[in-house]
């Protein structure tokens, strides 16, 4: 006579933990909620970041090149990282492969720091193929799971800065302890393999679609704006970085400022934060380059805004997480060209930060406005757990 046990979804059951008919349709042995995940992906975020400075800026320590073939190689970098997000957003939203995306990308991290050793240009490839990858496929995740608040798109984002500030330092100080990352980034792809998060592609923000219509003019203006705000935003950190104190603490303030930026939009609602935190940021533009203080509070009010985009664009487009990722970015990457190719050095960006933020506040008015009650009618139900 066989043994009838009770499996630990029913288990869990019985005991309570799935409280909403049809909310869950598998509960894992281990139950961690949209937040407890996103601080999950965040933290590989931050390990994937610091390893993909660290390869590239080694290269400044170590001196075998020219400087201009390390500048080229930082723009090489950029270009794989963050242009290549949208294509990988279509493929992944085609496979629904954000979770192999994820691992694939922390594996070809492992490439990249192995790599670095004996070829400069193979290991940046490799650094910027992995960062692409790893970005669109947590953060897809990350973004299915947070139901439409921008909270979880924060919480993911934020370690980002401080990843690369540490992995600034890494590099420039001959990336020491290179050898520990491989392991480390090897256990973590294995981590996301087993992370339960949703990734069945449904949408559950059907009440907050726009109309078909206005699709392009929404998305448009929400791209312009991030791009707007790459291009001006180095104004204030520009000035301060000769200083290993001044980068960190301003790296601290960016990750305090998207990961509360989120939190507090959700609250107030998502137009009120967005315009009021760029219009809060522009008179310290003025006062950044002179006064620490200035930059480091410009900093944090600058970048709360961050989810609040990120989010809102995949409220554009809820079946397709992956392609909601990968957009911001490479409008991103579109923005900081001019300063990443010296453009901005000729021009003086500074003499035209003021305005230009207020015509990215203007874009993000104007597109969040498409979207039907941005912070109402969240879907607040649990989401199901692979």
């Known amino acids: 006579m066989k043994n009838h046990l009770a499996s630990p979804s ?3 059951l019985q005991l309570g933990f799935a409280k909403k008919q049809g909310a869950v349709r598998r509960v894992c042995p281990l139950y961690l909620g949209p ?16 390893a993909s400075a660290a390869v590239v800026y080694t290269e400044v320590a170590f001196a075998r090149l020219p400087f201009d073939a390390i500048c080229h190689l930082v723009i090489l970098y950029n270009v794989l990282a963050f ?57 897809a995740l990350v973004l299915q799971l947070s139901g ?25 100080n001959a990336f020491p302890w290179r050898w520990s990352l491989i392991p480390v980034l090897v256990l973590s792809g294995l981590f996301v393999l087993k992370l339960p998060a949703r990734e069945d592609g449904q949408a559950t923000l059907s009440k907050r679609v726009i109309a078909s219509s206005p699709l392009l003019a929404c998305v448009g203006l929400l791209l312009a704006s991030v791009s707007i705000r790459a291009l001006v935003g180095g104004v204030f950190s520009g000035s301060w970085r ?24 959700d609250r107030i609602g998502w137009r009120i934060l967005s315009v009021g935190a760029l219009l809060l940021s522009a008179p310290f533009v003025v006062f950044a380059p002179g006064h620490l203080a200035a930059a480091l509070l410009g900093m944090f009010v600058f970048q709360m805004t961050m989810p609040v985009t990120l989010e809102a664009v ?31 050095a000729h021009v003086g960006v500074e003499r035209f930060a003021i305005p230009t933020i207020v015509l990215s506040a203007c874009f993000v008015f104007i597109g969040l406005g498409f979207l039907r009650n941005p912070t109402e009618d969240v879907h607040s139900g649990e989401l199901t757990h692979a």
Request: proline fraction near 3%; charge should be positive.
């Open 10 to 12: 029913q288990t869990l």
């Open 35 to 50: 937040v407890t995940l996103a601080l999950g992906f965040g933290a590989i975020h931050a390990l994937v970041d610091a």
């Open 83 to 139: 242009g290549t997000q949208f294509v990988v957003g279509l493929v992944t939203d085609y496979r629904k492969a954000y979770r192999w995306a994820a691992a694939f990308g922390t594996w070809a991290m492992t490439l990249a720091v192995f790599a670095q050793q004996y070829s400069a240009v193979f290991a940046v490839v490799f650094a910027g193929i992995g960062n692409s990858l790893f970005h669109v496929g947590a953060g």
């Open 148 to 172: 439409g608040r921008a909270r979880e798109a924060g919480l993911f984002v934020a370690p980002g800065a401080l990843g690369l500030t540490m992995g600034l330092w890494l590099g420039l």
């Open 242 to 265: 000769e200083s290993q104190t001044a980068i960190f603490a301003l790296a601290g303030l960016a990750v305090a400022g998207k990961a509360l930026g989120g939190v507090i939009a």
């Open 314 to 344: 995949y409220v554009a487009f809820p079946t397709r997480p992956g392609l909601a990722f990968g957009l911001p970015c490479l409008a991103l990457l579109l923005g900081a060209l001019p300063r990443l190719t010296g453009l901005t």
